[in-house]
């Protein structure tokens, strides 16, 4: 089983703070790596992807990838309230669109 | 969750029973997958399908079986419901091929109970 490995929080940080995602994954021919957002009772929505070694960023978010320690980690500056949900850690390996998933990080934004 | 649509949203059965959750595009996409998620232990592929008339096992493929007559629905079948069924089940597409990235967009999601 090729895993993908979250730690499930509680994570909180105040309003404004910034707040670091961390993920693992066991296979190292994996490909392609995804960041979802999901808030309670709704379905996952994709936040940004990350390809190659390095940071991405967009807007507030930015992604880091690390495949020698097969790391992905997603950040978010001047966290909102409204960031409040639980993220999901997705990997792609090199066969197929399917994605494994991360058990997911709650995180709490507390004003 | 535009252009994917499940349904039923809700659904309670007594075990034994027989159900079909349907999932329909409306994106032109090749691959589309069902997942079940459950507290504690994330969303897992139950099936995929890579394109019309295919479909391929995932991780919990037991007890479920799927359908892929045309490019447009993918559905799930549950013939003999188990109360470990009980999950919320998603349906989702591989979309945004264009943008140099093969994402995965989901229907609003399945809540089935099983009694």
């Known amino acids: 089983q090729k895993e993908v490995e979250q730690n499930s929080g509680p994570l909180s940080v105040p309003e404004g703070a910034i707040a670091s995602l961390n993920c693992t994954y066991s296979d190292r021919g994996s490909q392609s790596f995804f960041w979802y957002r999901q808030y309670s009772g709704k379905s996952p929505e994709l936040i940004m992807f990350?390809?190659?070694?390095g940071d991405k960023e967009d807007g507030r978010f930015t992604a880091q990838l690390n495949k020698a320690s097969q790391y992905v980690s997603l950040l978010i500056r001047d966290s909102q309230p409204s960031d409040s949900a639980t993220y999901l850690c997705?990997?792609?390996?090199?066969?197929?669109?399917?994605?494994?998933f991360g058990k997911g990080t709650s995180l709490l934004v507390t004003p | 969750n535009a252009g994917v649509t499940q349904t039923p949203k809700f659904q309670v059965l007594k075990t034994g029973q027989s159900m079909t959750l349907q999932c329909a595009q409306d994106m032109n996409h090749n691959s589309m997958y069902w997942y079940r998620q459950d507290p504690g232990m994330g969303l897992r592929l139950i099936y995929y399908s890579a394109s019309e008339g295919t479909t391929d096992k995932g991780e919990v493929p037991n007890g479920y079986n799927v359908s892929r007559l045309n490019k447009r629905e993918f559905s799930l079948r549950l013939e003999s419901a188990a109360p470990s069924q009980t999950s919320v089940y998603f349906c989702?597409?591989?979309?945004?091929?264009?943008?140099?990235?093969?994402?995965?967009?989901f229907g609003a999601g399945s809540r089935l109970t099983v009694l």
């Open positions: 997705a990997v792609r390996g090199n066969s197929g669109y399917a994605l494994n």
């Open positions: 989702a597409l591989t979309t945004g091929a264009n943008s140099g990235a093969n994402v995965l967009t």
């Open positions: 990350i390809y190659s070694n």
